[in-house]
Each structure stands twice: as C-alpha cells, then as structure tokens.
Nanobody
Framework: VQLVESGGGLVQAGGSLRLSCAAS????????MGWYRQAPGKQRELVAR????????NYADSVKGRFTISRDNVKNTMYLQMNSLKPEDTAVYYC????????????WGQGTQVPVSS
C-alpha cells in the first residue's frame, strides 16, 4: 500500500491550491480516505475525510467552506481543493487511508509542504 501526495507549494494568503493523493496497492480496502495536517510545533490534526460509496465527508471547523475533499475511484486518487488560504493553514499535509470511519488511519503518505505567506 502506498499513498503519494503532490501539489504542495508556496502560496499567498487568499490563494488556492489543490493537493492530490495517488493510492496504489490494496486500495479496495480504503473505505475512508482523508487529509491531515501538522503545523510546526503542533499536533497532527484532521482536515477532512471522505467515505467511499456514500461520499460522506466531514471537515475541521477551521476549513469548512474553504476546503473541499473529493475522490476519484477510477484513478485511485483523492484531492483536496483549498481556497481562501490563510497563513494559519501553513502545515505539512498528509494523505491517509483506513478501513473504518471510526479510528485512526491505517496508512499515511509522506506529506507535502504547504506554506502560506501573508
């Protein structure tokens, strides 16, 4: 199982960025995929998750209305569209995958940096 993020990079406040996560391996077990982030000196936190089949999603309050998570099962790729970025969104963003909605992810990507300048 491998998760590979891409799309990170420096962006100005107010700008947009789209992250991608390409999954390979036993992807049929990934009922839930998500994005987490970890800012310097802070704990890793959930940004958004999406459930396969129903498309159920949930978002951190801090990103609601600005970020959109989506998933393309044909391409085995998940996306995070980030709009109206703020300096406080600066973090390393990690792709995750798990078999159940409840509980911690079973798999992680290597992370992609998203610095947001003010």
């Amino acid at each position: 199982v491998q998760l590979v993020e891409s799309g990170g990079g420096l962006v100005q406040a107010g700008g947009s960025l789209r992250l991608s996560c390409a999954a390979s391996g036993n992807t049929f077990t990934f009922n839930v995929m998500g994005w987490y982030r970890q800012a310097p000196g802070k704990q890793r936190e959930l940004v958004a998750r999406i459930k396969n089949g129903t498309g159920t999603t949930n978002y951190a309050d801090s990103v609601k209305g600005r970020f959109t998570i989506s998933r393309d099962n044909v391409k085995n790729t998940m996306y995070l569209q980030m709009n109206s970025l703020k300096p406080e969104d600066t973090a390393v963003y990690y792709c995750s995958a798990q078999t159940r909605w409840i509980g911690a992810p079973n798999y992680w990507g290597q992370g992609t940096q998203v610095p947001v300048s003010s």
